[in-house]
Structures are given as structure tokens and as C-alpha cells.
């Protein structure tokens, strides 16, 4: 028995990574995924019998795993975001809430036939969207920022609110089904006490913890471990005080952390990326793999209706009624009314309730966990399957090559960003240098800090609107990891690099770095110029001229005017289609193009020359960043 049990975690674990790749190569929710391997796994072959496998740790194990997946959400939430927000999220977030929670609960009993108290708690369970699974729609689909933006808060926010007003009902639930009525002094005791204990324990172990990373009194390298067991510990202290407030616990914990003044979080949460991709996808296996059919067959066409309740009548009026007098457009409305996916809070929460009515003998409590897969699976489908149309019907798209995302933001990579705003062309610099991010801020540029091929850029780095990738940085490794993590984004076409060797004969391993991104990408400009030939023209006073050809004036002309002392970088014709300028393809601008070069000073007699070290070879440590 020990043994099937190794090989069945074992199982479950490989295939949770293989649904999660598959899912970022066809750049799909991995929920879908997940959910088909359970259902293969569980109810079709029978394979995995998850009650057989943990036994009473089952339980439990959904218990964390839920304690988990609220503090990581939790824990991104910082309140000078959300105070910067449009007033349409705000209202989202709380009228919006109760709309839908109130449709979704009536049209629960009325479809199914299920009690009050159970269309209720389902109705705060569905109010959730998760961010798990907007996220990747959001980078297929790619709708304007503004879209994009009210969509991204709403998922992060809605699953902690979601949770506690689900732990309110249940307490409400428990309460009936126990004493066999609603004592209004006992619930509001219950409601009060797990407020209380969840906002004090949060709250004091956020602060204390807090105090402890900010004053380093804890080694880094027990930062993630120790943020886990506070998690866990918090979430069962909370519990045994007072019964389902440790979802309220963790959750403050997460928020309190988030905004703590010099208090850093960025590697807990990407520990968070790391413990989610095996835990909460072994989770939503296991889930699955629960699923009973003949459930199903009774929940009936109830379900579909139900489903489709919260498809075309739940979402769109919560949305249009939150939007009144907002600048939204209808279209805008009417995309946003079309994205709400349901993930795996709703899947896990509901899990954790149905198995503890299903303990107090409440009726069809059984069928909460199918429910809420069959609205999870038609969200999902459907608006993957169908939001990216739907936006360019609607015209909400952003065009897929509009932008650029700039790897870099030192002085060559602004001088190529302002050059591409100043005609119309969007960009986004990244850097984990914050002297280069806090220059291209001072210059009006758009940026993110952080590296551009971490786990925090997963997460945080908005692509929205961006089709092109430039990477700009004088390390060719870190070009090359730019390439090949973008170009499954993007495609490979669609990847341009900087040359960075400072030798001629380091051409090999200049050719490898390309190599490795893939053969389809470009190498900016050609291969003489290289990241520090720019940055020492730059830093001699060359500038950015641009040009509009004529009939009487040809690229040729151009060229022969200026001579050495031009840098082509890229020209564009009057529709705006850019092309740039590189080692293995040139574009040949005609008449009514534009063409942007860098052009040194004529007063510059050394065109190619730069600082240069002891030996007499161009000193890159002395050229600006």
C-alpha cells in the first residue's frame, strides 16, 4: 500500500508539470488541463481514488492548500494600487459583488431546487475570479490596458472577499443545521468573533513577522520556509479559536505583509510561484479526480441553465451596473461583461464546504463540488475559446505588434525607446538596475523593475499591447534568455537582439547567443554594431534624426549625404508598419517612408572610437548606462 501510494503522488505530481507546460506552449488556462487529467485519471479509469489515498488527511490537505492560495493572493495586494484604480473597480468590487452573489444565488435555487442556505453559499463561493486563470487569457486575448487593468484587480481582490463572505455563510449554515434555527445573537457572536480573530491574528503576526524580515533577525535563506509555517500555523491557531476564521487570517497576513513599510516580499512570492505549481495543480488533480458522474446526471440541464445564467445575465448585469458613469465604452463593457473564468479558489473552497456539510448531513451538499466544476469548465471553454474573437469583433484589441518590450533600460535602450514614442510606437523598459529604471522614469518612460526573465516578471510584467521584443543589455547572456523566453510569447520573428561582443574574435560565441534564441531573430542594426559602439556614440553627443524620404530625396541620398557618421536603426512608412535595420535583412525605404538613425556630430572626429582601457581596447566599464 506504501508503495502505490509513492507511485500514485509520483503520478500525480509528473502530470500536473506536463498539464502546466502544455498549457504555456499553447498559451491556454492550465486549469483545463489539470481538470482533464483528474477526470482521466479518477472517475474514467478509476486510477486514482484520492478519499482512498489520504484517507482523513484529505481534509486537511485541502484546508491548507486553500490557506495558500489565499495568502499568495493576498499578498500581492498593495492599497496604493487599488487607491489608483479607477472608481469602476471599486464598485466592482462591492456592488458588483453583491449583484452578482444575489443573482447567482437565486438562480441556484430556482434551477436546481437547492435550499436557500446552500444557493447562498454557492452564490459567495462563484462571486470569485481568479487571477490564475485571467492572467494567461489576458496575454492571448490581449485587450486594451484599460480592460486589462479593471480585469487583473478584480480577479486579485475578488478571491480573499469571496472566501470570508463563503466562511459567513457557512458559520450561518453550521449554525441551522446544528441547533436547527438562526439565533441572531449567535450569529452576530460568530460573525463578530471571526472578524475578530482573524483580523488580530493576521494583523499581529503580519506585524511581527514583518518586524523580523525588515530588521533581518531571520537568515534569507529561511525566509520561504519560515513565511510557510507561519501560513500553516496562523491559519490552524485561528481555526481552533474560532471555527473557518483562519481563511480571514491568512489573508490579513498576506495583505499586512504587501503593504508593511521596507519589508520586501518579492522572493516569498516567488517561493509561492514554486510551492503553487506542484501543490495547488496536484490540488486541482485531486479535485477532479473526485468528480462522480451520476452527480452530474442529477445536477441535469439545471447546471447548463445555470451556467449560462451567469454567462449572458449574472456577469453582464453586474458589470453594466457598475460601470454607470464611467468612461467605459459599451464595447469595453461588453468585454469585460464576456471575461469572468471561475479557477481553482472557487474549486478548492468549494471542496473544503461541501466536504464539511457533507459531514453534518446537509442535503445536496454532496453536489456543490460537480456544480462548481461545471461552471468553472464552461467559463473557461468558452470564454478561452472565444474572447480573443470577440475583442477584435468589439475592437478592443490591442494590435499584436503595436509595442515594444525593451530588455534594458540604460542609456542605449532609452535613446531607442524615445526614438519609437516620439513616432507614435509603444514601449516598456525593463531593468533590474534601478538607477537605469529611475532614468527612464525621469525621461517619461514606461518601465517595469525587475529582470525580464524572472518569475516576478511571470507575474507582474504587463504584455499587454507589446508584440515585439528588443533586447538592449551588454550581456549577451542576458540577451539570449530574453530570447528564448519571449519567443514562445511573441514568436521568433518577432526577437531582436544587440550585439555585445567587444572582439572581433569573439564572433563564435556572438553567433552561438544567437543560436540559442533561434534562428529567425535579428540582429539589430548589424553585427559591427555592438551595444558599446552605441552607447560611446551616445555619450560623444550623437543624436536621433529622423527623415522623411521624397521623390528627390532616396534612401541612396540619405546615405551618401551623411556617410559614416549614420547609424540606421529603423524606418516606417506612412502607415506606421515599421521595419528595422539588421545583420541579415535591411529594409529599402522608399518615397514617404521615414527612416530614424542615430547621426553622430559632425565635429566628432573619431566616429567609432570610445574610451578605452590600458591596452587600448574600448573600455566598457567607463561608458554610461
Known amino acids: 500500500m506504501n508503495q502505490e501510494a509513492v507511485v500514485a503522488l509520483s503520478v500525480i505530481g509528473i502530470v500536473a508539470i506536463l498539464c502546466q507546460w502544455f498549457a504555456w506552449w499553447i498559451k491556454l488556462p492550465a486549469i483545463v488541463f489539470l481538470l482533464i487529467a483528474g477526470i482521466v485519471l479518477g472517475p474514467l479509469t478509476g486510477w486514482l481514488n484520492p478519499e482512498a489515498l489520504f484517507g482523513d488527511l484529505l ?44 443573482l447567482i444565488a437565486v438562480a441556484t435555487h430556482l434551477l436546481l431546487d437547492f435550499s436557500w442556505g446552500l444557493s447562498i453559499l454557492f452564490g459567495a463561493i462563484m462571486v470569485v475570479t481568479g487571477p490564475t486563470v485571467i492572467v494567461p487569457m489576458l496575454r492571448t486575448v490581449r485587450p486594451n490596458a484599460k480592460i486589462s487593468n479593471i480585469l487583473r484587480w478584480e480577479g ?83 481555526n481552533e479559536i474560532s471555527e473557518e476564521s483562519g481563511l480571514l487570517t491568512v489573508t490579513i497576513l498576506g495583505i499586512w505583509l504587501a503593504n508593511m513599510k521596507n519589508v520586501s516580499v518579492e522572493n516569498i512570492l516567488d517561493f509561492k510561484e514554486d510551492l503553487s505549481i506542484l501543490l495547488i495543480s ?70 473544503l464546504f461541501a466536504l464539511r456539510l457533507q459531514d453534518i448531513g446537509m442535503e445536496n451538499a454532496e453536489l456543490l463540488v460537480p456544480l462548481a466544476f461545471a461552471i468553472i469548465i464552461g467559463t473557461v471553454l468558452v470564454q478561452g475559446s472565444t474572447a480573443k474573437f470577440i475583442a477584435k469583433r468589439l475592437g478592443v484589441a490591442e494590435p499584436e505588434d503595436s509595442g515594444f518590450l525593451i530588455v534594458g533600460a540604460n542609456l542605449v535602450a532609452r535613446t531607442v525607446a524615445k526614438a519609437l514614442n516620439e513616432n507614435g510606437f509603444r514601449t516598456r523598459l525593463t531593468d533590474g538596475s534601478w538607477t537605469n529604471v529611475k532614468a527612464a522614469r525621469m525621461s517619461g518612460l514606461d518601465t517595469y523593475y525587475g529582470n525580464a526573465v524572472s518569475e516576478h516578471a511571470d507575474r507582474h510584467l504587463d504584455l499587454i ?32 537582439f544587440l550585439s555585445t561582443e567587444k572582439e572581433k574574435d569573439k564572433e563564435r560565441n556572438e553567433a552561438k547567443s ?81 527612416v530614424v538613425s542615430l547621426v553622430q556630430d559632425d565635429s566628432d572626429p573619431a566616429q567609432t572610437e570610445g574610451p578605452t582601457n590600458e591596452n587600448g581596447n574600448l573600455d566598457e566599464n567607463r561608458l554610461p548606462s
Do not use: C
Open 514 to 594: 544567437r543560436k540559442a534564441i533561434s534562428h529567425d531573430s535579428h540582429t539589430l542594426f548589424g553585427n559591427e554594431i555592438t551595444y558599446a559602439k552605441l552607447a560611446s556614440l551616445i555619450s560623444r553627443g550623437a543624436k536621433i534624426k529622423q527623415t522623411k524620404l521624397t521623390e528627390n530625396f532616396s534612401f541612396e541620398d540619405y546615405l551618401q549625404q551623411h556617410g559614416r557618421r549614420v547609424t540606421p536603426l529603423f524606418a516606417f512608412n506612412p502607415r506606421k508598419r515599421l521595419r528595422f535595420f539588421t545583420a541579415a535583412e535591411s529594409p529599402s525605404p522608399e518615397t514617404g517612408w521615414t
Open 156 to 238: 486579485i481582490v475578488i478571491d480573499p472577499l469571496g472566501a470570508i463572505l463563503a466562511v459567513l455563510v457557512f458559520e450561518v449554515l453550521l449554525s441551522i443545521q446544528l441547533q436547527g434555527h438562526v439565533s441572531i445573537g449567535h450569529t452576530l457572536y460568530m460573525f463578530g468573533k471571526t472578524i475578530a480573530v482573524g483580523v488580530v491574528i493576521g494583523a499581529v503576526a503580519g506585524y511581527l513577522f514583518g518586524i523580523v524580515l525588515r530588521r533581518h533577525w531571520l537568515p534569507e535563506y529561511l525566509h520561504n520556509v519560515s513565511t510557510l509555517a507561519l501560513v500553516f500555523g496562523t491559519f490552524a491557531i485561528s
Open 59 to 102: 481534509f486537511p490537505m485541502v484546508s491548507l492548500a486553500v490557506a495558500v492560495i489565499l495568502f499568495e493572493g493576498s499578498l500581492t495586494l498593495k492599497f496604493e494600487d487599488i487607491r489608483g484604480l479607477q472608481r469602476v473597480v471599486r464598485n466592482i468590487l462591492t456592488v458588483g459583488v453583491l449583484i452578482t452573489w444575489s
Open 465 to 496: 499591447g507589446l508584440g515585439q521584443v528588443l533586447a538592449l543589455t551588454p550581456q549577451s547572456e542576458l540577451n539570449a534568455l530574453a530570447g528564448m523566453r519571449y519567443k514562445a510569447e511573441f514568436g521568433s520573428n518577432q526577437v531582436y
Open 282 to 351: 496536484g490540488l486541482f488533480i485531486l479535485l477532479a479526480a473526485r468528480l462522480n458522474f451520476a452527480s452530474f446526471e442529477q445536477l441535469g440541464m439545471g447546471a447548463v441553465l445555470l451556467f449560462l445564467f451567469i454567462q449572458f445575465i449574472a456577469r453582464p448585469v453586474k458589470v453594466f451596473l457598475s460601470t454607470i458613469g464611467s468612461d467605459l465604452s459599451w464595447q469595453e463593457k461588453t468585454m469585460i461583461s464576456w471575461i469572468g473564468p471561475r479557477g481553482i479558489v472557487a474549486a478548492a473552497v468549494t471542496a
